[in-house]
């Protein structure tokens, strides 16, 4: 069965850091590209990041270049999202999506897996 296990979330103040985990079992994690995806009260659930099963390849949405980055360690069956220099607007559930393949995505449809997500939540 597979599962995919975020954490790190919690309240920081705008300009604070955090560091979220995806910890994945259940299946061959370098045979997967990986994303992270956010969902706020009363909007859909938009992509933020996402890496090949090799980290030779990343890619991000606007709103996160420059202030998150995504990585991965593949002996570890773990993704890592670290975010700086949050704003309010960050504020979310963030969820990991496991996509079976090489290739990244940034439509959540394309992942065949999800996390339960975890609460970001950033003061001003």
């Known amino acids: 069965q597979v599962q995919l296990v975020e954490s790190g979330g919690g309240l920081v103040q705008a300009g604070g850091s955090l560091r979220l985990s995806c910890a994945a079992s259940?299946?061959?994690?370098?045979?997967?590209?990986m994303g992270w995806f956010r969902q706020a009260p009363g909007k859909e659930r938009e992509f933020v990041a996402a890496i090949n099963w090799s980290s030779g390849t990343t890619y991000y949405a606007d709103s996160a270049k420059g202030r998150f980055t995504i990585s991965r360690d593949n002996a570890k069956n773990t993704m890592y999202l670290q975010m700086n220099n949050l704003k309010p607007e960050d504020t979310a559930v963030y969820y990991c999506?496991?996509?079976?393949?090489?290739?990244?995505?940034?439509?959540?449809?394309?992942?065949?897996?999800w996390g339960q997500g975890t609460q970001v939540t950033v003061s001003s």
């Open positions: 259940g299946l061959i994690f370098s045979s997967y590209a």
């Open positions: 999506a496991a996509r079976y393949g090489n290739g990244i995505r940034k439509t959540a449809s394309e992942y065949n897996y």
